[in-house]
């Protein structure tokens, strides 16, 4: 039996979409990865470009909200908002382990399109290894 992970972040645009995205991609057979916000806005196409360059492709994932998985149980939640935004990451009541780890939002990223893809760059590699070390190398917890 798959074992389920929420990642949580405020808009689910960018890093929680990413996160499940690349989850689903490198472990998909051992976990099912959703992602949401207590904000949701769209997903960020930025996001969706920096991951098709390492051969993920989330074009078809859509912000949720948190509420949307009211009722289900997860085995991890894990939210990223960063620690810039204390307070900001919503809770989710049905998690059987709660992991914060926090990852600076590469939309807040001022500049020039090139900075901006730079920072969500940056986000997604910091996203991969993470997340290889936590659930592809680090098995069931």
Known sequence: MKRRVLFLCTANAVRSQMAEGIL???????YDAASAGHRPTAVDPLAVDVLR??????S????KDVRE??????DHVVTLCGDDAPGSCPFFPGGKRYVHVPFPDP????????ERRAAFRRARDALWE??????????ER
């Open 130 to 139: 993470w997340i290889v070390r936590e659930f592809v190398e680090g098995g």
């Open 24 to 30: 689903r991609h490198l472990a998909g057979e051992r």
């Open 60 to 63: 078809s994932q859509r912000s």
């Open 53 to 58: 360059e390492r051969g993920v492709d989330i």
């Open 69 to 74: 998985f009211l009722g289900e149980e997860f």
């Open 107 to 114: 939309a807040q990223e001022k500049g020039t399109e090139e």
